[in-house]
């Protein structure tokens, strides 16, 4: 399955690691340290031009770890993934 995360981008979820609010979490010098150094090694991709609402951490098969960021909520993100994990499975009955 693939989340759809923001404008044209789409995540498998399967190597989705987490989904984070960007505004609660950037309090945190750790996680402002994590953006930076994602950021300087050119793993981060920008979702919008917008102000970002959440930042979704993924790791794919070759365990390289990406950081997209979104101007979608992490509740909207959220029941996104849940109504598909939901569609899914209906499909199958």
Do not use: W
Not at 52 to 78: G, H, N, R, W
Not at 80 to 86: A, D
């Amino acid at each position: 399955m693939y989340l759809h995360i923001g404008n044209d981008y789409t995540v498998r979820t399967r190597d989705i690691i987490g989904i984070f609010d960007i505004e609660n979490t950037s309090l945190s010098k750790d996680t402002r340290d994590f953006l930076k150094v994602s950021e300087k090694n050119k793993r981060v991709v920008y979702t919008t031009f917008e102000m970002p609402k959440s930042f979704v951490v993924c790791l794919d098969e070759s365990l390289t770890e990406k950081i997209y960021v979104s101007q979608l909520s992490c509740a909207t993100l959220k029941k996104r993934f849940e109504n598909q994990k939901r569609k899914k499975y209906s499909d199958l009955f």
